[in-house]
């Protein structure tokens, strides 16, 4: 989504005094000694990398941790203009690109909290591969009529549904219709179809929690319209080092092995992401103090 100037002010004024239901969340300027506030979007993987980073800096560092809830275009717009300090979601290089070259040369990148990420289309595993194996199939009339001509997405401004419009173009799917919502309702387009035993497509991602609950298997991309292996980077405002050094430390130290956050992922679904959040650190002491300290 591509929202600036006077509008995408307006947005982020939105979004900053929505944040998790706690008030009118102050820019860092304002904000009271020892207090950040952090970008981020309901996606499971973000929910639990943010929340863990959350947990940690709260209890390690004694520090008030605000959680502003807004579309990914609008915390770009409020790390570059200060009014972020940091978000944990920055999917690079090809998902976010078209965010970081408007504002990448004023926004702090801190690099890769995971690895081994990717952007796809999903189906079933019960649709006939030899019928459904690439992107390039949904151009079969038969197919398009099993699928409803829909496309399954998730919200209109992510990164994901900006490659996918790309990949309607790259393969020229005339007869199909990207259908725009939330990762919920995406889940639950999903869930509806398989228990049916219907046909259904969906954009996803990896990591996702869906893979470990359903059989699932991505559609071939021979174009490579939907990109490649990504890293999911943090980013902070300018600055944010002199303000905050040891939280910017610890953000540059923290790393987690894709395999933990899909567990994590996983659990949270069972109980809750704040109980999840809570076992990886009891469970994980020593990676925990390692992002903390830098000591081995």
């Given at each position: 989504?591509?929202?600036?100037?006077?509008?995408?002010?307006?947005?982020?004024?939105a979004?900053?005094?929505?944040?998790l239901?706690?008030?009118?969340?102050?820019?860092?300027?304002?904000?009271?000694?020892?207090?950040?506030?952090?970008?981020?979007?309901?996606?499971?993987?973000?929910?639990?990398?943010?929340?863990?980073?959350?947990a940690?800096?709260?209890?390690?560092?004694?520090?008030?941790?605000?959680?502003?809830?807004?579309?990914?275009?609008?915390?770009?717009?409020?790390?570059?203009s200060?009014k972020l300090?940091?978000?944990?979601?920055?999917?690079?290089?090809?998902?976010?690109?078209?965010?970081?070259?408007k504002?990448?040369?004023?926004i702090?990148?801190l690099?890769?909290?995971?690895?081994?990420?990717?952007?796809g289309w999903?189906?079933?595993?019960?649709?006939?591969?030899?019928?459904?194996k690439?992107?390039?199939?949904?151009?079969?009339?038969?197919?398009?009529?099993?699928?409803?001509?829909?496309i399954?997405?998730?919200?209109?401004?992510?990164?994901?549904?900006?490659?996918?419009?790309?990949?309607?173009?790259?393969?020229?799917?005339?007869?199909?219709?990207?259908?725009?919502?939330?990762d919920?309702a995406?889940?639950?387009?999903?869930?509806?179809?398989?228990?049916?035993?219907?046909?259904?497509?969906?954009?996803?991602?990896?990591?996702?929690?869906?893979?470990?609950?359903?059989?699932?298997?991505?559609?071939?991309?021979?174009?490579?319209?939907?990109?490649?292996?990504?890293?999911?980077?943090?980013?902070?405002?300018?600055?944010?080092?002199?303000?905050?050094?040891?939280?910017?430390?610890?953000?540059?130290?923290?790393?987690?092995?894709?395999?933990?956050?899909?567990?994590?992922?996983?659990?949270?679904?069972?109980?809750?992401?704040?109980k999840?959040?809570?076992?990886?650190?009891?469970?994980?002491?020593?990676?925990?103090?390692?992002?903390?300290?830098?000591?081995?």
């Open positions: 989504m591509k929202i600036f100037g006077k509008a995408l002010g307006m947005l982020l004024s979004a900053m005094t929505v944040g239901g706690t008030g009118v969340i102050a820019s860092p300027a304002q904000a009271a000694e020892k207090s950040i506030n952090i970008g981020w979007t309901a996606w499971s993987d973000a929910e639990a990398v943010t929340k863990l980073a959350k940690v800096i709260e209890e390690r560092f004694g520090y008030k941790v605000e959680l502003t809830m807004a579309d990914i275009g609008i915390q770009y717009q409020g790390i570059a200060g300090d940091a978000m944990l979601m920055s999917w690079q290089p090809l998902t976010h690109k078209p965010y970081l070259d504002v990448g040369k004023d702090v990148d690099g890769p909290l995971y690895t081994r990420a990717r952007l999903v189906v079933p595993d019960y649709i006939p591969v030899d019928q459904v690439s992107i390039e199939d949904l151009k079969k009339p038969e197919v398009q009529k099993q699928l409803g001509s829909k399954q997405g998730i919200d209109p401004g992510s990164g994901l549904m900006q490659a996918s419009e790309k990949a309607l173009k790259t393969y020229d799917l005339k007869g199909m219709q990207l259908v725009s919502a939330s919920a995406m889940l639950a387009a999903l869930e509806r179809a398989m228990k049916r035993n219907e046909w259904i497509v969906v954009t996803s991602w990896s990591p996702h929690w869906m893979f470990a609950n359903w059989k699932l298997r991505y559609l071939e991309d021979p174009k490579g319209a939907l990109g490649g292996l990504e890293s999911v980077n943090a980013i902070v405002r300018k600055g944010f080092y002199q303000d905050h050094p040891e939280v910017f430390e610890f953000l540059n130290r923290m790393v987690l092995p894709i395999g933990d956050l899909e567990a994590m992922m996983q659990e949270a679904r069972q109980t809750s992401y704040e999840a959040v809570d076992n990886y650190i009891k469970n994980n002491k020593a990676r925990i103090d390692y992002w903390v300290t830098g000591k081995l």
